[in-house]
């Protein structure tokens, strides 16, 4: 258990659907990233939140959106999915907010399964 | 934001020790190198972080050369549960923090 927490675990829904992908940090940790991980792909950087604000952007589809609460979760919303939106969804924490020099921890991921 | 360059896959056999190398040839002058692994349908696993010269743990050894602009993840004696992606990372000045493809190592008996 690496104390960074995501739920659920699998997820499959139809196009054209929303869902919100769950997120806990470990203990600690202020940060929170959002990876995502399609079949045979590296890992994506979508966006940071540090302690509640957003700290970096990647290529985030403007139909995804975040957010980070008060106590440090993290929400993924990802909205009007497509087929190709199915992948793996890795949230990771850091205690700072540049992960590269603090390290990540990662979470078991959600698999999103979109049909 | 410093770019890495890792070969794209690696095999070796049981009981061989792996040398993985990235090159980081604009390593700035905080950043630390990092290497991860990642198995299938998991999340990656932090393994170890070096600023300079040598680093060892209990699972890897991390040299990087005085120049900074490479550094080689050592795995000694590896066995078929290695087999995974391996990720080299460099701090990230702007926080845009980018895996790359990492090094898919295949142990095999």
Not at chain 1, 66 to 82: G, I, K, M, R, Y
Request: charged share 15%.
């Amino acid at each position: 258990d690496s104390g960074v927490t995501q739920t659920p675990k699998h997820l499959i829904t139809a196009t054209g659907q929303r869902v919100t992908l769950r997120c806990s940090p470990r203990s600690g940790d202020l940060s929170v990233y959002w990876y995502q991980q399609s079949l045979d792909q590296g890992l994506q950087f979508l966006i940071q939140y540090y302690n509640g604000e957003e700290r970096a952007k990647g290529n985030i589809l403007e139909r995804f959106s975040a957010q980070q609460f008060p106590d440090l979760h993290s929400e993924l919303n990802l909205s009007s999915l497509e087929l190709g939106d199915s992948a793996l969804y890795f949230c990771a924490s850091s205690v700072g907010g540049t992960a590269a020099n603090y390290g990540y921890t990662f979470g078991s991921g959600t698999r999103l399964t979109v049909v | 934001l410093a770019k890495t360059t890792q070969p794209i896959s690696m095999d070796s056999y049981e009981g061989q020790e792996v040398n993985i190398t990235c090159s980081h040839n604009n390593i700035a002058t905080n950043d630390y190198i990092t290497w991860y692994q990642q198995f299938p349908s998991q999340g990656p696993r932090f393994i170890i972080q070096g600023y300079k010269t040598k680093v060892t743990n209990e699972v890897a050894s991390l040299f990087i050369p005085a120049d900074r602009k490479s550094s080689t993840l050592s795995l000694p004696r590896v066995s078929l549960s290695d087999t995974a992606v391996y990720y080299c990372l460099v701090g990230a000045r702007d926080d845009k923090i980018i895996f790359g493809k990492g090094t898919r190592l295949h142990i095999l008996p």
